[in-house]
T-cell receptor, first 117, second 113 residues
Framework: AQTVTQSQPEMSVQEAETVTLSCTYD???????LFWYKQPPSRQMILVIRQEAYKQQNATENRFSVNFQKAAKSFSLKISDSQLGDAAMYFCAYRSRVNTNAGKSTFGDGTTLTVKP | NAGVTQTPKFQVLKTGQSMTLQCAQD?????MSWYRQDPGMGLRLIHY???????DQGEVPNGYNVSRSTTEDFPLRLLSAAPSQTSVYFC????????????FGQGTRLTVV
């Protein structure tokens, strides 16, 4: 079974600064997706960024980028120019593309990000 | 408005009662899923469906049933509620090619007493 570990329960960053959230995962599969989700206090789950394992290029979405290290099974999220609205719980997640497991996602326990004005 | 509609938003049940959480999407997504989120934890997959008539179990399926008679609807049934099922439940959907749930409902906070 796949596991996803977020080793930082809480992180804080000063407004306009950069912060990196860590995520590691364990899998024996070679074909999968990785994602980061944001969950603000409203409880709504918002997809932030998505990475396909076969793509070497790191995904980027505006101020959000990832550092995907497939061999190390590491998938960190960098938030640049942090804004007050970035304050939320961030979840790292894994989804298999292998037939028997396709469609099954595994989430980490989350990192709570505080943004200080 | 397009999106995932999940009802109810809050529910209190007594132990042993049954109920159905409703989930509907109007985006013609093939993939739909149900998760539960316990305090301080991430989402755990209960059941999912890759199309009408097709469902499969996730990580924590016991005590829950699902069916997918139409593309739009994916209800989750609690057969006999237990306090361990107190949680926040999320329904989600996406196109299969996206590889992930891109749209989530607002969640249902369920308390079993």
């Amino acid at each position: 079974a796949q596991t996803v570990t977020q080793s930082q329960p809480e992180m804080s960053v000063q407004e306009a600064e950069t912060v990196t959230l860590s995520c590691t995962y364990d899998t024996s599969e070679s074909d999968y997706y990785l994602f980061w989700y944001k969950q603000p206090p409203s409880r709504q789950m918002i997809l932030v960024i998505r990475q396909e394992a076969y793509k070497q290029q790191n995904a980027t979405e505006n101020r959000f980028s990832v550092n995907f290290q497939k061999a190390a099974k590491s998938f960190s999220l960098k938030i640049s120019d942090s804004q007050l609205g970035d304050a939320a719980m961030y979840f790292c997640a894994y989804r298999s593309r292998v037939n028997t497991n396709a469609g099954k996602s595994t989430f980490g326990d989350g990192t709570t990000l505080t943004v200080k004005p | 408005n397009a999106g995932v509609t999940q009802t109810p938003k809050f529910q209190v049940l007594k132990t042993g009662q049954s109920m159905t959480l409703q989930c509907a999407q109007d985006m013609n997504h093939e993939y739909m899923s149900w998760y539960r989120q316990d305090p301080g934890m991430g989402l755990r997959l209960i059941h999912y469906s890759v199309g009408a008539g097709i469902t499969d179990q996730g990580e924590v399926p016991n005590g829950y049933n699902v069916s997918r008679s139409t593309t739009e609807d994916f209800p989750l049934r609690l057969l006999s509620a237990a306090p361990s099922q107190t949680s926040v439940y999320f329904c989600a959907s996406s196109y299969m090619g996206w590889g992930t749930e891109a749209f989530f409902g607002q969640g249902t906070r369920l308390t079993v007493v």
